[in-house]
């Protein structure tokens, strides 16, 4: 489960919803590091599969013999597939927060406003996604900000900032600090 909420909070999508994919890894043998691996994302729902060949001679013949080390688990099959709206009621369900709420949309606003990041609800905040241009040219949406309403401190409001959104947006970081101030 640690993968799939991983991969839901980078990507907002869970992983249930994309295209099926099969992944194997295939080799002459394997180290307990990769069937840990391998184990690890099997568990977390990604179709994996290690499989690996062991050679062998007898009598003048050639034989390959093939072990599945690692079988792909069924995937679980959610019908409720989070949803921006959905994700967006149950974080207004949390609760009002009376002295954290008008500093913590004034943030959100500031984030969606200023740096023109596409907002995503999860159920204890919103990510940010900015636009990014590859080597190749094309833009890609990932994670770079995440606001967070902290559950174990009710009255505090966590940011976190992935070390590229500053990169990505350039110079609109210089103000931030005393934007939002420091409480």
Wanted: net charge neutral; hydrophobic share 35%.
């Amino acid at each position: 489960m640690i993968f799939r909420s991983w991969y839901l909070e980078q990507f907002a999508k869970d992983i249930t919803t994309i295209h099926k994919i099969r992944m194997f890894l295939v080799g002459l043998g394997a180290d307990d590091r990769t069937r840990r691996i391998a184990n690890f994302l099997s568990d977390s729902e990604l179709d994996i599969s290690l499989i690996t060949f062991y050679g062998f001679e007898k009598d003048g013949k050639a034989f390959l013999a093939r072990q599945l080390e690692v079988e792909a688990k069924p995937p679980i099959v959610d019908s409720t597939a989070p949803t921006k709206k959905g994700n967006l009621e149950k974080l207004q369900k949390k609760g009002s927060r009376p002295k954290v709420d008008d500093y913590y949309y004034e943030i959100s606003n500031f984030f969606r406003n200023q740096l023109s990041a596409y907002e995503w609800p999860n159920l204890s905040g919103f990510s940010y996604y900015l636009v990014e241009l590859t080597e190749s040219g094309a833009s890609t949406n990932r994670v770079y900000i995440s606001l967070y309403l902290s559950d174990p401190n009710p009255g505090k409001v966590k940011i976190y900032l992935h070390p590229r959104a500053i990169e990505v947006s350039g110079d609109t970081f210089i103000s931030v600090k005393d934007k939002l101030g420091t409480e």
